[in-house]
């Protein structure tokens, strides 16, 4: 891999509870991406995945389409882990990868439209480092 950390990191594909828990029985420390288009409230839930608690997980939350569950996530992992919210930013020309091949080619427009995720309202994520670790 690019990053050279391809031992280290498992793409399991579609995740249930079933992966999940299965997934978190290995060893080692554990880093959970969470990005579920609302499915995090089924996901993300301590009472049904227990290893849970000790997993750094960065999970995109979907508020338009489950409402109240970045308070329902916050309130299942407060005792457990550190939350830091972290909100998403309009995103500029400068930010698309190939803007200087692109912009000779392409109109503005069709660049800006290629990197808006066109979503109803301001995104959040929750980045949650296991209080367990963050004594270490």
């Known amino acids: 891999s690019v990053n050279g950390v391809s031992d280290r ?22 880093l959970v991406i969470c990005d579920a288009e609302g499915a995090e409230q089924t996901l993300l ?3 049904k995945a227990p290893r849970l608690a000790a997993a750094a997980i960065l999970v995109e939350l979907h508020e338009f389409i489950t409402r109240g569950i970045s308070e329902q996530v916050r309130e299942r992992f407060q005792a457990t882990h550190l939350i830091d919210q972290i909100w998403s930013s309009d995103r500029a020309l400068a930010d698309f990868p190939y803007r200087s091949w692109a912009t000779r080619v392409l109109p503005a427009k069709f660049i800006r439209n290629s990197i808006r995720e066109f979503r109803p309202e301001q ?3 929750f980045w949650m480092t296991p209080r367990s670790s963050a004594a270490n």
């Open 123 to 125: 995104m959040s994520w």
């Open 45 to 47: 839930d301590p009472a």
């Open 9 to 30: 990191v498992k793409v399991l594909g579609e995740c249930d509870l079933a992966a999940l828990n299965a997934a978190l029985e290995s060893p080692g420390p554990h």
